[in-house]
């Protein structure tokens, strides 16, 4: 609670003189006997004239009288009553009455022992903390025996706490009794008691639910309210009134000031209350509760803001249609504590079945029997069929062949088509009825529609089956066939048969779907779901409208991490860590017992962007404002709201400064378990605010930045736990709008301008974070139209925040903690670091509109000075998968990445420098223990906008992301220095269509790239088909001719991605790097080279737009040619990477500049080159060598060159500064060398940057023409062979984690089976295996193998194999062995080689003890393998599959395998 203080320079209130507030204090004390007495005649505080109370007359803060419920009391107390309540308010002298017997026994207030016991660890333990208070309390009721501690405390901090004085003198009794306070010492705490008594208290008054702490609603002095409906009347709760809405009602507005309170009553079995009005301002001590932290509301309110955009006129600071906070005001909403959102721990897949829904109809041109084959255990349709059994005579013996190839067990749906009577044979009718339990087949008449569903080989009574009568007149009717089946993991699903004529027209056809509600399994408990809730669940695939929305149903069977949705799932959502990322789908609760809407029209209207929104967005909004007295919203939901203005957001606090501790407020504000969605402008919007906690909040189908920091001043805010998706564009500002948008708005523009849609628009995130120094906890960002989570940078801050610090500071600000996040279909990038907004109006120079998207750079230093040291950026357990184009983005320095999980997407991970060279004195970004992933086991849907539908790499058909040529990579390289370490690279593999790499390079880069770039301990797993790729001319590449193209290059410094220790890796036609010990590697179109690498930087003047050529002297025919870069400089650049202590020519394909600067890149002390630059014959020059500052711009160290008599003498290196022309060849000779040291990743030494200025005078008409190598012919020098040093295998390399997920704590193991049929077998597979992390079991024999794993450690605890061949009494041996041998919370793993069948019974009931929702049938030759679990009560079956159904398509596979990731410490089994 914040105190109410005048802002500075604001009057006060009036002071009444010492007189008056003298004859007030018996109309106090009558007060305060009435109020003591339960009275309720002064429910509304008009007798006490405004302002005559001082605000610091209130005694103490707190109450605490939940405490006062226990029967026991401490022997010298009789009874109980009613203690003070937080209204009372005494005087001076009735101040000193009460001190008077602070000393005597007060029999008013007869305290509980249990009470006083809480009371007393509270107030110790909010004292002296948890240890001491436990300490001295170790025990918890009066029952117990107390063991008096060994304990001195001192008393002033016990004095000092805000807490009524009896009760601080009965605590202060009870540790004198506990032998932990001293007479002397009780004595001094009564005199300290004494004396605050009798001094005014600082503090101000607080609202009468932070004192009491008692239920709101609850309050004797609330006065009933019923006032009915009219909307044409405007109520004011004011002067001290305090009121109970205890009915719905309807306003014009409300307002709610000057001490007024307004509480909704709390009537569970009552009706809902609803609150309409256009709008409802709370300020000057006004107060609008309904429920309170303590006591949660439990009925369902309502708050209905109406009113279309052109109705009335705008409230000055809060516009229309909002609930408004002011100075002073309290607003408190507090509904029913729901869990606000959690994971899938069960793929959903579409329809609710792992194959999906099956549909099939036909009409014409199906005659006969139609069959369909699926598998009981999984519902998958195995085999589709027909048997034209009307004119074809030899369909009957085929149909025959077909069934006795069907296992039993097998489902089979039959069903009429036009007719299948005339040549069915008795034999096939005998099958049928005997092998499917047909009551019809036997009878079945010309063009009779028929339709059956049943087990192969099952009991008769329990087919279903059905048919009608044709009598000629074209319509019959459907014969419906429907039976129920469950899956081996406990999915209930339905087969449906039809057949019958409709109007002349003969259909057939069947349906698989699941039944009776699909339940979903998650990963919390949700018992606080209740039917008829509604919930959204994410997309786990490239495009984020594959969310879905469910309502849901009762379910009496569903354990408490459970819930039964009413619909069928479109799409696939993981619930699964797939490949070691976690990539489980989100599942948020969209309901609330409070609801704050707005009223909407039937369609958009009027001026409100009706050309982007075919529905009106003239929502609500609540906006809070400065100095409000306190601000709590949770469980609250919040629909319909936000308008597309500016400021009018469904949260908005607008320049509410500090709203924590620092700015007052003893209750931090928060925001906790809000349900924001189908909203038209932002979530919650923090402008020019500081310290605020979002938390559990959801916001969910939005347009605009949906968490939202507004002018880059807010800092020290707080997002825990939130979860945002389908975030959509808006039309507010530049950086909401789509490409449509973005060219339609203009308005703000200079002259005739068209904005660029991809970079001055198109960056709608979900979370815009515009200051680093904010804190992301738990976040999830699951789809937004551009960007997930965007740090964006404001050069200086803007709009009303404008000078609030200076420019740049933004940028040096060092970021808050960014932890444990998760990003992903979003189509820009999950994340992305780097770019800032346009700071300035638009004008003439620069005709963009304000905030338009623009270049910003970070590097965070302490204290955000950028004199000090480098304060890393630490991006610590991000999750990024199925993002279209990058996982991540992050440009500057230092930052790093760690824990973190890239999958499928477009680029996983793109790290670029801070600047460009010489503006950057040398950063550094780095990524380490972290997971690549190309294509994983998610394969997504089609539809929701998924682009993209191809092969992947494995031929099956997949979402893609881009396109289906976009080349995907892993780590991409952009400039540098980089560095990766301790990374794991999966399934990154070429196919016909895109070349897919694990490591890459940014394409059509004219950039410069640094040889510093560096990987080790890198870990490429067998399923990496392409480990690096430098490109090649074609689509997407371009020509792969820029300069940053030719120059790609990092360090292997370990060989764990080459194979040989200290390797570069360039791309093959870069001679810059080639020596004959290079290894060429056309796969990568790479080249892999031993050596020492930097860099030389190369400014040019005058002119700025020529072409270098520059070339090795021992390759001087192989010239690489770099185009440089000039972006907006006075001079052109190039940056080529050189190997150190060799010769270089160059050249231009121009007159050469008259003024160059080379500047010795990443050059340590010593390392030198040779140069050669062509110039005319008859030139002159001037030679300088200096040290230049980047930060400040001046030089200093500055020495000439002298012209030598040869070029030995000039390049002999002993340190002379000397240059040497030879008007013969046309070349100018220097040495360049670095004198200084350098330290870490800067480019240049502390001292500055070395460097060698050549100024030329040339004259117009000069011609030059130099010879190609100037320097003597010699062979290429020898450096170290790569192939003389390969790589140890490296046991440590890679991420240290099996999986990346949401919960690091937990641990995982990685388990792998392999079961073989005889036909693999005869393939030449010879082992069946289990493995479990690097420890691999084979089984060579026949029959079924079990290994126990116990699931909190992960160690093996049994193994046992049973002999299905020569084995007897197999079934009664395996449970046996179950019963007796397999004990609770153990993983139980088994896997099959050429089983024969099983003696005693091909259905083994034993496995439903182990988590299968129905006894698992084996049969002969069928490959299987089953991973289940035992444990104290059922936690689900993870995964389980026998394909013995599948015998067609079996003996096309090689082995049945599964792979997967254990949870050690739960019960979880996890694809891969």
């Not at 440009?891 to 991970?909: A, H, K, M, V, Y």
């Not at 690091?1304 to 036909?1319: A, C, E, G, W």
Request: glycine share 10%; with cysteine.
């Amino acid at each position: 609670m914040r105190p109410r203080q005048a802002p500075p320079g604001a009057p006060g209130p009036p002071r009444s003189p010492p007189g008056a507030r003298l004859r007030l204090i018996p109309l106090l004390l009558l007060l305060l006997l009435l109020l003591l007495a339960g009275g309720h005649a002064f429910t509304v505080f008009t007798i006490i004239p405004e302002n005559s109370l001082n605000p610091n007359t209130s005694l103490w803060d707190m109450d605490h009288e939940r405490l006062f419920h226990s029967k026991k009391t401490l022997p010298e107390t009789v009874g109980s009553s009613s203690p003070l309540r937080s209204r009372s308010l005494l005087g001076h002298e009735g101040r000193k009455s009460l001190t008077q017997n602070l000393g005597q026994k007060p029999q008013e207030k007869q305290l509980s022992c249990d009470m006083l016991l809480k009371l007393s660890r509270y107030i110790l333990k909010d004292t002296f903390g948890s240890s001491l208070a436990w300490n001295l309390f170790r025990f918890y009721n009066c029952d117990q025996e107390v063991n008096l501690p060994k304990i001195r405390i001192g008393t002033l901090k016990v004095v000092q706490h805000k807490v009524k004085p009896f009760l601080l003198h009965r605590v202060l009794q009870l540790l004198r009794n506990m032998g932990v306070l001293s007479e002397a010492q009780q004595s001094k705490a009564f005199n300290l008691l004494k004396k605050q008594m009798l001094n005014p208290r600082k503090a101000p008054l607080k609202p009468e639910k932070e004192q009491s702490g008692t239920c709101p609603e609850a309050d004797q002095h609330l006065v009933p309210w019923r006032p009915g409906s009219d909307t044409s009347r405007t109520a004011v709760v004011g002067r001290g009134a305090a009121l109970r809405l205890e009915s719905s009602a309807a306003f014009h507005s409300l307002v709610i000031r000057d001490g007024g309170m307004l509480v909704f009553a709390d009537c569970p079995r009552g009706p809902p209350i609803t609150l309409r009005a256009r709008y409802i301002l709370i300020h000057d001590g006004g107060e609008l509760h309904v429920g309170s932290e303590r006591c949660p509301y439990g009925s369902r309110a309502t708050i209905s803001l109406y009113g279309r955009a052109s109705d009335g006129a705008a409230v000055e600071g809060f516009g229309q249609k909002f609930l408004g906070v002011g100075r002073g005001g309290v607003l408190e909403l507090h509904g029913r504590r729901t869990r606000s959102w959690t994971l899938l721990d069960k793929t959903l897949h579409p329809g609710g079945l792992r194959y999906g829904p099956y549909f099939s109809e036909r009409r014409w041109g199906s005659r006969g029997l139609n069959l369909r084959i699926l598998d009981a255990g999984t519902a998958r349709v195995l085999a589709a069929a027909r048997f034209d059994t009307h004119l074809r005579h030899g369909e009957c013996g085929r149909l025959r062949s077909f069934l006795a190839t069907q296992p039993p067990g097998t489902v089979v749906a039959a069903a009429v088509g036009d007719s299948a009577a005339r040549s069915l044979t008795l034999e096939t009718r005998l099958l049928l009825r005997d092998r499917l339990g047909s009551a019809h087949i036997s009878r079945l008449r010309h063009r009779q529609p028929w339709a059956l569903v049943g087990i192969l080989g099952g009991d008769q009574p329990f087919a279903a089956e059905d048919k009608r009568e044709y009598h000629g007149s074209g319509t019959t009717g459907l014969a419906v066939a429907r039976r129920e089946f469950l899956t081996y993991d406990g999915t209930g699903f339905t087969v449906t048969a039809f057949s019958g004529w409709i109007k002349g027209v003969p259909h057939n056809g069947f349906k698989v779907e699941a039944s009776n509600g699909i339940i979903l399994h998650l990963v919390d408990e949700v018992t606080s779901w209740l039917p008829g809730d509604r919930i959204v669940v994410a997309s786990t695939d490239y495009s984020m409208h594959q969310a879905e929305e469910f309502n849901l149903l009762p379910c009496p069977e569903c354990k408490s991490n459970q819930v039964k949705i009413d619909g069928s799932p479109l799409y696939l959502h993981i619930g699964e860590v797939i490949d070691g990322v976690d990539m489980r789908a989100e599942v948020g609760l969209l309901t609330r017992n409070i609801l704050i809407q707005g009223e909407m029209e039937d369609s958009c209207y009027g001026q409100n962007q009706c050309q982007f929104f075919s529905f009106d967005t003239f929502g609500g909004h609540i906006k809070i404002l400065k100095n409000f007295s306190s601000v709590h919203l949770s469980g609250v939901e919040l629909k319909n709201m936000g308008q597309q203005i500016l400021g009018s957001y469904p949260v908005h606090f607008h320049l509410a400064e500090d709203v924590d501790e620092r700015g007052g407020y003893e209750h931090p504000t928060y925001l906790d378990n809000l349900a924001i969605h189908h909203c038209f402008s932002r979530c919650v919007a923090i402008h020019g605010t500081h310290g605020l906690l979002v938390k559990d909040t959801i916001g969910y189908d939005t347009l605009g930045h949906c968490f939202f920091l507004e002018d880059g001043t807010e800092q020290r805010n707080t997002f825990y736990h939130n979860l945002g998706l389908l975030t959509k564009p808006g039309t507010i500002l530049p950086s909401d709008r789509s490409e449509a948008m973005c060219l339609a708005i203009r308005s703000n523009v200079y002259g005739d301008y068209v904005p660029v849609p991809s970079t001055d628009c198109m960056a709608v995130s979900t979370f815009w974070i515009a200051n680093p120094n904010n804190n992301l906890i738990e976040n999830a960002a699951a789809g937004a139209q551009d960007v997930g989570i965007w740090y964006i940078f404001h050069r200086v801050p803007t709009g009303q925040s404008e000078g609030q610090y200076p420019e740049g500071q933004a940028e040096y600000t060092p970021l808050g903690v960014f932890y444990n996040n998760r990003v992903h279909s979003n189509f820009k990038a999950g994340l992305f670091i780097g770019k800032g907004v346009k700071t300035t109006r638009a004008n003439a120079e620069d005709p963009r509109e304000y905030l338009t998207v623009d270049n910003a750079r970070f590097r965070p230093h302490q204290d955000a000075d950028p004199e000090k040291p480098r304060v890393p950026a630490v991006i610590d357990g991000l999750i990024a998968f199925k993002n279209n184009d990058h996982g991540a983005w992050a440009r500057g320095g230092d930052i790093i990445f760690c824990n973190s999980g890239f999958s499928d997407n477009g680029i996983g991970l793109t790290l670029a420098s801070d600047g460009t060279f010489p503006t950057d004195e040398g950063s550094s970004l780095e990524v380490t223990r972290s997971i690549f992933v190309g294509e994983s086991s998610n394969f997504g849907s089609q539809g929701g906008q998924n682009s993209y539908w191809g092969k992947g790499a494995n031929g099956e058909y997949r979402t893609l992301p881009r396109n289906k040529t976009f080349p995907i990579r892993g780590f991409q390289i952009y400039d540098g220095p980089v560095r990766m370490s301790k990374c794991t690279f999966k399934k990154f593999t070429p196919t016909v269509d895109r070349y897919s790499s694990a490591i890459g390079f940014f394409m059509k880069n004219s950039w410069q790239i640094s040889p510093q770039n560096n990987v080790s301990q890198i870990l490429m797993e067998k399923s990496v088909g392409l480990k690096v790729f430098f490109g090649r001319s074609g689509q997407w590449f371009g020509n792969n001719d820029n300069d940053g193209d030719k120059m790609s290059i990092f360090h292997d410094l370990d060989g764990s991605v080459t194979g040989y220790l200290d390797t570069f890796v360039g791309r093959a036609d870069n001679y810059l790097l080639r020596h004959p010990g290079c290894l060429t590697v056309p796969r990568w179109n790479g080249l892999m080279c031993t050596g020492k690498f930097a860099q030389l930087y190369i400014q040019a003047r005058r002119p700025e737009n020529l072409t270098l050529s520059i070339a090795r002297a021992t390759y001087h025919s192989h010239p690489l040619r770099l185009q440089g870069v000039n972006r907006g400089a006075p001079y052109q650049q190039y940056q080529p990477v050189v190997m150190l202590e060799q010769a270089y020519i160059i050249q231009w394909d121009g007159k050469t500049p008259e003024d160059i600067i080379l500047y010795p890149i990443n050059f340590n002390r010593g390392d030198w080159l040779h140069i050669a630059l062509c110039y005319p014959r008859e030139a002159v020059f001037q030679v300088v060598a200096d040290i230049y500052q980047r930060r400040t711009g001046m030089v200093h160290s500055v020495k000439h060159y002298l012209a030598a008599p040869s070029r030995a003498s000039a390049l002999n290196g002993t340190g002379e500064r000397l240059f040497y022309f030879d008007r013969a060849s046309g070349y100018l000779f220097v040495h360049l060398q670095a004198h200084e040291a350098r330290e870490g990743h800067s480019y240049c030494s502390q001292q500055g940057c070395e460097r060698i200025k050549i100024m030329a005078h040339m004259y117009p008409r000069d011609s030059w023409s130099c010879v190609p190598n100037p320097f003597p012919e010699r062979p290429a020098t020898t450096q170290r062979p790569v192939s003389q040093h390969p790589a140890r295998d490296c046991t440590v390399c890679g991420a240290p984690q099996l999986a990346i997920t949401s919960t690091p704590s937990v641990k995982y193991i990685r388990i792998q089976i392999q079961s073989l049929s005889r036909t693999d077998i005869q393939n030449h597979l010879t082992s069946a295996f289990i493995k479990i992390n690097d420890t691999i079991f084979l089984f060579n024999s026949h029959g079924l193998f079990f290994m126990v794993v116990d699931a909190c450690s992960g160690a093996v605890v049994s193994r046992r194999h049973f002999d299905t061949v020569t084995g007897e009494n197999t079934a009664t041996a395996i449970t046996d062995y179950v019963q007796t041998s397999i004990k609770e919370r153990s993983l139980v793993l088994v896997c099959s080689r050429d089983i024969a069948d099983v003696m005693g019974s091909s259905e083994m009931p034993i496995f439903t003890r182990l988590g299968s929702a129905k006894p698992i049938v084996f049969h002969k030759e069928d490959p299987l393998r089953i991973h289940l679990y035992r444990g104290c009560s059922f936690l689900g079956l993870a995964s389980l599959e026998n394909t013995s159904q599948a015998k067609p398509a079996a003996a096309t596979k090689a082995a049945l395998v599964f792979t997967g990731l254990y949870q050690t410490n739960g019960v979880h089994l996890y694809t891969v």
